[in-house]
C-alpha cells in the first residue's frame, strides 16, 4: 500500500523543523536565561494550547537541582554525569550518556536516590532522554542532563505539595488541576479522562482514582514532548500562525509516539 504498506519516501518534516537545543559547549553550564530564550519562539500562551511555556521559563528554569540533591557544589552534579559517561567510549564520542546510563545515575547516586525515593526504570529514562533529545541521536549531553534534573526536582516538589498525606500518591483531581491551573495545558475533559485511565490505578473506598510519581512524571513528559512536537507543526504548516490543529503524515506521527 502506498502510504502503510511501502514506507513511502515522503518529505521529512523533521528536515525542515528548526532545532533549540543548547550550544555544543560541554562542561559548562548555559548561561541562567539560555533556555528561557529558546522557548520564547513556541512556548508563548496560545488560544489552542494554553501557558505551558510559563511554567517552564518561570519555574523549572529557576531550579537548582545541585541544591536540592545537597552537592557541596554545582560541578558536583557535572561530575556525576561525567563519571557516568566515561564508563562507555561510544558516550564519550558524543559527550553524553544513554538511558541505562541515566538509570544509573538516578538510581545509584546516594543524594539523587535519597531525594526522589524510588526505582527509575530504562523505559522511563528512555522517554525522559527523547523529551530533550533536540539533537535527535538518542543520546543526552550534559545541557540536556541537566535540564532534566531541573524538570524533575520541580516536578517533584510539585507533587509533594498535592501529596497531602504523604503516602506516595496524588489524586485524580490533584493531577487535573496541576496539568490545567498550575502548568496551564489546555485540555478538553475527554483528554483528561484519557490520561486518568491510562495512568492512575483506582483503589478502596469509593473507586478513588490515585497518581504515583513515576506516573506523574511520565503524564508531565508527554504532554510536554508532544504539545511541543504538535505545536512546531502547526506553526511550520501554517507559515508561523498557530491554529490547533496540522496535518500529520502517518511516518512522521509515528516518530512522534514512538520515540516516547
Not at 538509570?103 to 546516594?110: E, F, G, I, R, S
Not at 501529596?163 to 490533584?174: L, M
Request: with cysteine; hydrophobic share 35%; proline share 5%.
Amino acid at each position: 500500500m502506498t502510504y502503510y504498506g511501502g514506507y513511502s519516501q515522503g518529505q521529512d518534516m523533521y528536515a525542515d523543523m528548526p532545532t533549540h537545543g543548547p550550544p555544543q559547549n560541554y562542561g559548562h553550564v548555559p548561561p541562567a536565561n539560555y533556555y528561557q530564550t529558546q522557548y520564547q519562539m513556541y512556548q508563548q500562551p496560545s488560544q489552542h494550547y494554553g501557558s505551558y511555556g510559563n511554567y517552564y521559563t518561570k519555574n523549572v528554569f529557576q531550579v537548582n537541582a545541585w541544591e536540592a540533591y545537597q552537592f557541596r557544589h554545582p560541578s558536583d552534579l557535572e561530575m556525576v554525569f561525567t563519571q557516568e559517561m566515561q564508563k562507555n567510549p561510544e558516550n564519550m564520542m558524543r559527550n553524553a550518556i544513554q538511558s541505562e546510563d541515566l538509570m544509573n545515575v538516578l538510581n545509584n547516586t546516594p543524594s539523587i536516590r535519597n531525594f526522589f525515593r524510588i526505582n527509575w526504570s530504562r523505559e522511563m529514562c528512555s522517554i525522559m532522554i527523547a523529551m530533550l533529545d533536540r539533537s535527535q541521536d538518542g543520546f543526552m549531553q550534559w545541557s540536556e542532563f541537566l535540564e532534566l534534573q531541573q524538570c524533575l526536582v520541580a516536578w517533584y516538589k510539585i507533587f509533594c505539595q498535592h501529596d497531602v498525606d504523604r503516602n506516595g500518591f496524588i489524586d485524580a483531581s490533584e493531577l487535573i488541576r496541576v496539568i490545567r491551573q498550575l502548568f496551564g495545558y489546555q485540555i478538553q475533559p475527554e483528554t483528561l479522562e484519557t490520561i486518568l485511565k491510562r495512568y492512575s490505578r483506582v483503589v478502596p473506598p469509593n473507586s478513588r482514582c490515585i497518581i504515583a510519581f513515576d506516573d506523574f512524571v511520565a503524564v508531565s513528559i508527554r504532554l510536554r514532548a508532544y504539545t511541543d512536537a504538535f505545536r512546531k507543526r502547526d506553526s511550520l504548516t501554517h507559515g508561523g500562525t498557530e491554529t490547533g490543529s496540522c496535518m500529520l503524515g502517518y511516518d512522521d506521527f509515528l516518530r512522534c509516539v514512538l520515540c516516547l
